[in-house]
């Protein structure tokens, strides 16, 4: 099968790289990059040296018809224009990025502050939570995959909502990311010097992926809430954890929830509920596809206590996109995503 | 004034060395440690030579009474055993260890899991949460210096508590803290190779500082209520970052909740009020004794959000101590503790 | 194939189960270890949840004998006693700590302090620096796998000292390591405290490696010269950098030594030689068996230098293994070992 | 004394405003940004309120003229230009840029690849090593402050040198660093993900500390030899290593060298010749202005083995200015600068 990343330059865009590179039934035919055309990838990227040394090339509507899949992990704004076209000529994409997946136009031009794809494309496409909207996934054409944080927090959150053992209107989510979610751009911000042997909150209150959370909450709840939900820059290149906190309905044991958590994920390879008393870290999941998930219950508070964590470019980003690639072909979704976390 | 360090081996001990030894008014006499007496401190700390080259001693009680002042920076359970006789000897003591700070001997043996000191002394003993209980503190023969996580956070809190702002049953706290909070001790959890690139979420639903937060929640509110508070490890050396929420009791906008902060601790050197918009940074205070906060009202959910910082060793442990003895002295609070963060 | 890992415990013996699991043709058969058996490797490693979830055993070795290959990745002074048995049984071993590289005797009892190998296993052993022995591996039934500093040196020297255009006897080599090379041993020396934001030189004119880099020169050259070859611990957990400066023997272009080593190693798919005027990273090898070589002669100083990176666990231990044993085998030398750097 | 900082944006003029505020002779009068001019310096460096709040201005060599003393923290090429007129005014300058350490204009247009200062200029200059060239220092009226990493290898070298215990021509410098001497500059290389988890070698033999090192050699030993010198940077903020290798004129002991280095130092507080044995890390200066030393004969190779570390933006820098503005002005050395290096 023959697939094209628009946006390879970035960092998504060259995880998408090393992941499909590992694929047995794929060939990277196409790499595109609007900043960068014209360059070997090895210019911006030599680890790539002997693995993938193609050139990055234009956007070109004609060229990028001939494939099968494309893959866009491109900023924000970017493949709300770019994608209907190529949509109707039948190749199936994949968005890493959030242009496609809130319903509400009104609520993409209110948090991302641009105007937003037309509201018929942001009907046609699915939200490529997995594990989730398998089924959905399955029939699609254009993906919108989710955010990394949504990834992390949805999945944790999911079990307990469906089984309506917390109040979603008391749901905190407090995440702390790696850096590589902010992609590779040269500012003050993310310097070394700035970053290392620092903890920052960003973004707080204004995160943009708030309402794709609230947004599936209320898809699995049938309640619209809005969650709190603060984001922290933490000193490491991968992983995100978040941490949630949300009232119990009515009383219940860690071992009630933990095992409503593993029926629910009992199928799910890339998901792994840890036993009680065991919470993961994100090294735990580094360079895999997996989302590991601890629970417990709190008596002196009445709460709920759930932390989850991902590697934010793999099952946050590039690794959720080939699943759903998996998926929609009717292949094993654990092809080309088997490897082990790297550790330490 | 003649100063002794008991426990001078630990990393508490040795930031006590650091600022004590740029205090003008006074002179360290004695540096006690169990576990490596007979060495001298640069064997353990080859970054002191030419700053300070004495010999670890036994503990001895009748050498450590020839002094004003002693400052214990020993594990937990140790300094309830020693720190008695030494007060009754006339000698006024600060304690970093939580030996002394929960009034109640059942809490401490339900949290620390270890023999309470005697009630006797656990009454005598001031907590030493120096913007707070200054009045007190002035009075003290024995100090129970707070821990570090309750020091960020009651610092946050205290000013919307006072004002009843919040409620306090509805109070979330999610800490992280650098590495050297958990002291110079040999043990797997906390290699290079296991923290660096990982966040790791620890002591869930059972940290000792729990009560110790409770307590003065409920001194300052009248109300005993359980707090939820989650401590996190982040691959840094240096600083606590406390995110904080909870429920507004009426509505109230940022610019009213950041006046009454900037109000509350107008004559506080030590404390700065962040701008609005603009939130701390842990190394934005590193090396110093600054606890800075940042506040927000989020209308959305009708939470305020309050984030502070501290640098752990200092504000959150030997800064706090030092300020202390300033206060008991009646010398001004800023005396020896007044450099800038080390930035970058 | 079935296969065991002795010493499966440490960071070598979790990164040969990470490899070894990518492996089509292997079956990890057994696991063990002498400190911790007994437990599940969950208990010890719990990112391979679902990837490996195997019991860690005792030794044994008529349990042991029943297996094809055996990979020891034990602590120096370990396999020189139950390696002998094994062999005697027909196994293949592949040992990856010091127990078999020097051939003298003597050497190794200078160096590591410690009684030696009997001779005659010495001499049945192969050194499995694969790219220049591969044809003596081949035969092997006993593979010294080469340490992961003489590794990346001596495959950035070979091409020069083959060729003769620089002195051996002028070779410096600066080496700089991560931190996972120490091992997983509680010690202070190794704290996340100590390391990080840190530089340290250790076993400066003591490395142990150093005989083994000069038996190889040795080897290759015939000269038997001593190198001065100096170690630094860097706050990464991956990665080695070699830094080699040595006299030219006669005038030389950049593009000439240039060419010799892209010759030498063109039919080397780990091996990748970087253009001119650019120097590779330990990132860009992370997670993978390439080793990365930078050269380039200094006419002001009439010195070539050359730089080498490896990752340590790969390359430097579990990936070299796998390595040789796919060449043992008559596999293709790339199989279980083809994935990507994992960047960033 | 009043005093001025040009290029205060920087990470070395942030580090001036650090020192002299610390320093009791001393204040700050102005500070001068070319490219933040009109900006709170609050609004960079936000660690600074309370402790600096001044108003980043815009160069005015009248209003400049007014001052004791100005620093220059500018990138290179920016003083060559402005401190000729503000010297001629009668104001002290000491600059920490490369514009007046070279007296041959045509190594600073070989090496910096730009317009050399006046050669007058060049020659009023005084190299401001301040061990070194104390006696000079004390008439100067201009001071060229050295390198980061001159300062830590001269400091390392010249006891060698001056009693010619080894051969000047075979000198190797393998110097190491930390981010900030990067400076403050947003650039894809020096963001966290790139450097955080790598080690990486960098303007391999054309560093422009180059020539100082070798003009300074020269003036010492009389020999005007090339040196090989190359630099890495390291996952660190604060920090320089250089680990040199010498050959030995004739046959020396450790102790011998170790005795030369002790007395050649013996009046130096900011020097220290660390025990026989004990090789100083980066972490043991952090945030102070010594120069740690470790020297070693290797009787195998028959080399001089020194390492010595400073903090970069210490004694690297900001602290050595301010050394030497306390030697011109006659007052003790330490003034301002006897604060304990910040471990860990």
Known sequence: MKVGIVGA????GVELIRLLQQHPYVTIEKIVSHSTHGKNILELYPHL??????????WNLDELSNLDFVFFATPSGVSKDIIPPLLDKGVTCIDLSGDFRLKNA????????KTSAPAEYLQKATYGLSEVYRDKIKQAKLIANPGCFP???L??????????????NTIHVDAKTGVSGAGRNANLTNLFTEINENIRAYKVGEHQHIPEIEQVISDISGEQVPITFITH???????????????????VTTEEVHQIYKDMYKDEMFIRIRP????????????????DIGVMVNRRTNKLIIISVIDNLVKGAAG?????????????????LNNSPLYP
């Open 233 to 251: 820059l933490i000193p490491i290149n991968r992983g995100i954890m978040c941490t949630m906190y949300a009232d119990l309905v009515e009383q």
């Open 276 to 291: 009680i008393g065991e919470w993961p870290t994100t090294k735990e999941v580094m360079g895999s596809n997996f989302c």
């Open 49 to 58: 040296y002997g693995v993938n040394e193609m050139i990055l090339e234009k």
């Open 155 to 168: 999945l944790g959150l999911l079990p307990a909502l469906k089984k309506q053992i917390i109040h979603a």
């Open 9 to 12: 330059n970035g960092y998504s």
């Open 106 to 113: 009104g609520d993409y031009e209110t948090w991302y502050k």
């Open 320 to 336: 959720q996109a080939m699943q759903n690639m998996n998926i929609i072909n009717g292949w094993e979704e654990h092809i080309g």
């Open 151 to 153: 990834t992390a927090t």
